[in-house]
């Protein structure tokens, strides 16, 4: 396994995280899902709240281990297809992410888990099944 990682295409991996990261703007955006999101969560944003850089870096730094993982478990099986990278994404997709935001949704502090977890599951669905896409099928991904 130690392989797979000494072997990845860093500039995929890299473009993937930043792909995963960036497709949250719209997703969690004021003008999107945003403030259901928020409403799910049960947070009401105070007057002047600004979010704190660690409401940003964090997410990246998810991202990129998400992108790291995908990336490794896509190299270690040799994915090399469309069809492969399809797989790949789902399985981290639907093998981790998506069980954790269910268990994150059904806490009971979240008013709305069952809203929380559709935007929040959707989101690292999509997401990693992109990431998936990227670090499979990036040209120079499938040397060496």
Not at 8 to 29: E, R
Not at 39 to 66: N, S
Request: proline content about 9%.
């Amino acid at each position: 396994m130690a392989r797979a990682y000494s072997h990845l295409n860093w500039f995929a991996v890299i473009g993937a995280t930043v792909v995963y990261f960036l497709l949250g703007v719209p997703w969690f955006s004021p003008a999107t899902l945003g403030p259901a999101w928020e409403r799910a969560q049960g947070f009401v944003p105070p007057e002047g709240y600004t979010p704190a850089p660690l409401l940003y870096i964090g997410p990246l730094l998810a991202c990129f281990a998400g992108t790291l993982a995908t990336a490794a478990l896509a190299r270690t099986t040799r994915a090399a297809t469309t069809a492969d990278a399809v797989a790949v994404g789902l399985t981290v997709a639907l093998g981790f992410s998506v069980p954790v935001a269910f268990l994150d949704a059904i806490a009971p502090a979240h008013p709305a888990p069952w809203t929380l977890l559709a935007i929040t599951g959707s989101y690292h669905l999509v997401g990693l099944l992109v990431v998936a896409l990227i670090v499979t099928r990036w040209p120079a991904a499938r040397e060496a």
